[in-house]
């Protein structure tokens, strides 16, 4: 069995970055993605 954390995956992307735009034909439910990837949306 193997859990995969997300936001260990994203964290040099948001680090690097000031601004980063996610874009998804599944972003659903949208307020999941936040907390998965651990950031604070801006929209």
């Known amino acids: ?19 980063v735009v ?3 034909g599944t972003l659903s439910p949208i307020d999941l993605y936040p907390r998965l990837l ?4 801006v929209v």
């Open 1 to 19: 069995l193997s859990c995969h954390d997300a936001s260990l995956a994203v964290k040099p992307v948001f680090d690097r970055f000031q601004s």
């Open 22 to 24: 996610i874009t998804s």
């Open 38 to 41: 651990n950031f604070h949306p």
